[in-house]
């Protein structure tokens, strides 16, 4: 029997970097017994992403920070819409570069993660956020 | 009862820059009336892509055109590729930063979008162009 | 009658660069004869990535490299996780400004492809690599 739910995480940020919630992900399918179908994720925000990334090493987490930070740095002149900080444009810029958008197939109640994916949120403003995912299951 | 739709939206681009078309997609749902189900758009080129984005400030559009341009510069020597001219290539390239495929939710006949959300066609060509986005609906 | 399939695509990689295989992706729609729907592409690694984009030139697809290459360098000093080596992070990187996810309806049979789109995987480590992309068709 086909059938959809609609689901919304509340992922509490306190400044830039990543924070993984694979596992709201994983509790939200098993409380539901979805077994085959489709998950979408989307994230109602234009400055944090959705990441699926390395979910063993804090280094990589580190690493892509540092890179991200000198890649659309804080402050730079090039921008004009400043209105809400020297982190504000970075963040729709570091957005853009990444996405809000997920689709991941649900196969066995089990999503078709590989092994060292994991599901992150990345924050891109310096102060604390309360950032909403939407999440969506269609299928059996 | 679980059914799907297609629909095809024609954009005309008068040179680079964000195109919202928020609107054009609302109305494709109210016009058929889906209620809840999964919106995918997909643009079928390679040159532009789909941006969800900020819908309010005109400067945050000229910051990301003024980022880019900066990032991947026309005529850069680094390219090979330049048989349609200068900005050729480097279109490719924001592409490809960028995304040509959106999932978006729909619930209670809404796009699951955050209040700030638009969604976008980001022409990134110097000429204009007219630019089709197919559109799918499944759900109820 | 709705119905959804699950496959998955074991795709071998020499070192960098693009590797198409939108025709493995249509001999599977053909096969299960599948005609209106939605199919996923979920690629399984954190070091690689999956792009639609031109399928003609070759020197598109060397720039991309160059491009890439130039903007997220092997041994960069900003980085600390080079435990797999002096392309690890950077792939990392590659893989986050580009995309593991696709989403692309489905209609009489025929993906809704551009003319010139093609589906790539994008390897992003040096060394050979066996890569899986999870496939989900979701439909009539």
Redesign the interface.
């Known amino acids: 029997m ?1 059938r ?1 739910s ?1 689901h919304e995480l509340a992922i509490s940020t306190r400044g830039r970097g990543l924070y993984e919630f694979t596992r709201e992900v994983e509790k939200w399918i098993e409380q539901n017994q979805f077994r ?3 998950l ?1 994720l ?5 400055s944090a992403s959705l ?4 979910n063993a ?1 804090p ?2 987490r ?3 920070e ?2 991200f930070a ?3 740095p804080d402050g ?1 002149p ?4 400043t ?1 809400e900080g020297d982190d504000d ?1 970075p963040a ?2 570091r ?11 649900v ?1 066995n109640g089990e999503m ?6 994991g599901i992150f949120l990345w924050e891109h403003r310096v102060h604390s956020h309360s950032r ?1 995912v ?3 299951f ?3």
């Open positions: 086909f959809q609609f085959d179908g489709l979408t989307h994230l109602q925000h234009t990441l699926i990334q390395e090493s280094d990589v580190r690493d892509f540092a890179f000198r890649l659309v730079d090039i921008f004009e819409h209105i444009m729709h810029v957005t853009a570069l990444t996405t809000v958008n997920l689709s991941i197939p196969h078709a993660l590989g092994t060292w994916q909403r939407a999440l969506h269609m299928g059996e």
